[in-house]
Structure formats: structure tokens, C-alpha cells
């Protein structure tokens, strides 16, 4: 019988994951818009940064002196280390807006157990905001106010859902084009917000639905737990609970089985 995580658990791994962020901030914002910010491209053809790297070689520093222990699965430098306890870590998510200066990017910072995110931070430092969960905490948000506590919205009809989506040419790729069309028609409104910051307006209530493919560990694991301890539901776009399949399908829970109904007629 698989054990139930608890909060004492996680307490002391969320503590450090904030703490992580604070690092990952502490490198990435001064180099937002810099006019001396170095981009390459990868063998992917997608675009890094100095930031980026600098981000994360700042993470795994802290985590390779307090969880030593841990493995580490990073998008600039790869996987190392035990995968029973696995910090999975994103360290410019929304890179193209990073580098064209859009405020739109983030640090995901996520503990995964078994594969099973169960700790999520996402810091947006250019919006100063910053997102966090951990198993039977909730989820919660802060700007320069007080935390608050978050949960998804109580919207129970496709024809009310306010859905968002990473790129039309993404949905084109995954040949599921028409299916996007029709979801654009049938529900009440649809905006392409793209990257992490979908998936927490999703915790905030103020989006029912996120999709996506192509996906990687590092692109979603920390909002796993931020969407699921704010009372949604996220799964691959199969309806699996897993993020190990390159797609995912993140909604408020009252609606996932209606949009896994429509995603698949």
C-alpha cells in the first residue's frame, strides 16, 4: 500500500525550495533585458542563456551541499544522482520571453518522490510574484502583500471555461490542430498565455483549463503540486497521471472529465 505523503514530510524540503528560488532570483532577474545577455542555441535549436545556466549551476550548488543525497534532473545540465528523491528544475521557464523582454518567465523548482511531484515553487521575479505548494499545505501565492491561499475556480459548463493553450503550431505538430478549433468554439473564452504562467492562473481561479505537448518533466513538475493542492486536477492529455509523457492537461477538477470527453470524441 502506497503511503499517504504528509505535510511534516515536506516541510523542511518546501522551506528549501523557497529558498532555492530566492538564489534563482538572485541570478536571473539582474540579467532580464540585459543588453549583454548571451544567447546561444542549443542542439534543439531552442535558445539558452547565460541566465539560464548561471540559474541553475546556482540551484544545484545549494542543493549538492543540503540534499546531497538527492538527485537533481535540470534542463541545462541534465539528470544525476538518485531518482527515488528528485529535484526536477527548470531555470528559465519561457526563455523566448526572457530573452525578447517579457516579463513572462519563471523558476520551477519541484521535488519529486517516485516521479510524484509533491513539493512546487515557481518564482516570477519581473512580475514579483511567486507560487508555492507542498502535500496538505495548500497552495499559495505572494506579491508584497500577505500569502494567500489559492484554489481553483468553481466554473461547471464547457460553454462558461476560460481555457489557454502554449501555440497554435504546437497543437498543429501534435496533429490535433482541429481539436484546438473546436475547442476554441465550444468553450467561452481561449488565449494562448503559454508557458508556467498558465498553469498558475489556473490555481488562481481565473483559467479552467491549460493543455499542452511536447512537454518535458522540468516544464511542469512544480506546477503539479501548486494546481493539485489548489484543488485541480493534472494529467497528461490521455487523462494518466504522469508527467513523464510529453503532453499534459491540467483543469479545476469539476471540468477534467468533461474536457477529456471533448479532447477525445
Same mark, same amino acid.
Given at each position: 500500500m502506497t503511503a499517504i505523503?504528509?505535510?511534516?514530510?515536506?516541510?523542511? =524540503?518546501? #522551506?528549501?525550495? !523557497?529558498?532555492?528560488?530566492?538564489?534563482a532570483d538572485a541570478q536571473s532577474l539582474p540579467r532580464f533585458d540585459a543588453a549583454d545577455l548571451q544567447i546561444s542555441t542549443k542542439a534543439?535549436?531552442?535558445? *539558452?542563456?547565460?541566465?539560464?545556466?548561471?540559474?541553475? %549551476?546556482?540551484?544545484?550548488?545549494?542543493?549538492?551541499t #543540503?540534499?546531497?543525497? =538527492?538527485? /537533481?534532473f535540470g534542463e541545462e545540465f541534465g539528470a544525476e544522482g538518485d531518482t527515488h528523491r528528485q529535484w526536477i528544475i527548470d531555470p528559465i521557464d519561457g526563455t523566448a520571453n526572457f530573452l525578447r523582454g517579457v516579463p513572462l518567465w519563471g523558476t520551477m523548482?519541484? !521535488?519529486?518522490?517516485?516521479? +510524484?511531484?509533491? +513539493?512546487? *515553487?515557481?518564482?516570477m521575479p519581473a512580475l514579483g510574484r511567486r507560487w508555492w505548494a507542498s502535500p496538505e499545505e495548500g497552495a499559495w501565492t505572494a506579491t508584497e502583500n500577505e500569502p494567500r491561499r489559492l484554489h481553483v475556480s468553481s466554473v461547471s459548463s464547457l460553454d462558461d471555461a476560460s +481555457?489557454?493553450?502554449?501555440?497554435?503550431?504546437?497543437?498543429?505538430?501534435?496533429?490535433?490542430?482541429?481539436?484546438?478549433?473546436? !475547442?476554441?468554439?465550444?468553450?467561452w473564452r481561449d488565449r494562448a498565455y503559454g508557458d508556467v504562467f498558465s498553469y498558475m492562473l489556473l490555481a488562481e481561479g481565473r483559467l479552467d483549463m491549460v493543455a499542452e505537448f511536447d512537454v518535458k518533466e522540468y516544464d511542469i513538475a512544480a506546477a503539479v503540486?501548486? *494546481?493539485? #493542492?489548489?484543488?485541480?486536477?493534472?494529467?497528461?492529455?490521455?487523462?494518466? #497521471?504522469? /508527467?513523464?509523457? %510529453?503532453?499534459t492537461l491540467a483543469t479545476n477538477g469539476i471540468l477534467h472529465d468533461a474536457f477529456l470527453t471533448f479532447l477525445h470524441p
Open positions: 505523503p504528509r505535510a511534516s514530510d515536506f516541510r523542511s =524540503d518546501l #522551506e528549501l525550495a !523557497l529558498r532555492l528560488a530566492d538564489a534543439d535549436n531552442s535558445h *539558452v542563456t547565460d541566465a539560464d545556466l548561471a540559474t541553475e %549551476r546556482a540551484i544545484r550548488d545549494i542543493l549538492a #543540503e540534499r546531497p543525497e =538527492d538527485g /537533481i523548482i519541484a !521535488l519529486a518522490v517516485d516521479g +510524484v511531484p509533491q +513539493v512546487g *515553487v515557481v518564482s +481555457v489557454s493553450f502554449q501555440s497554435i503550431a504546437q497543437w498543429a505538430d501534435a496533429g490535433r490542430i482541429d481539436t484546438l478549433i473546436a !475547442l476554441a468554439d465550444r468553450v503540486p501548486i *494546481v493539485r #493542492e489548489a484543488g485541480g486536477t493534472m494529467t497528461d492529455y490521455a487523462g494518466a #497521471e504522469t /508527467i513523464s509523457t %510529453r503532453s
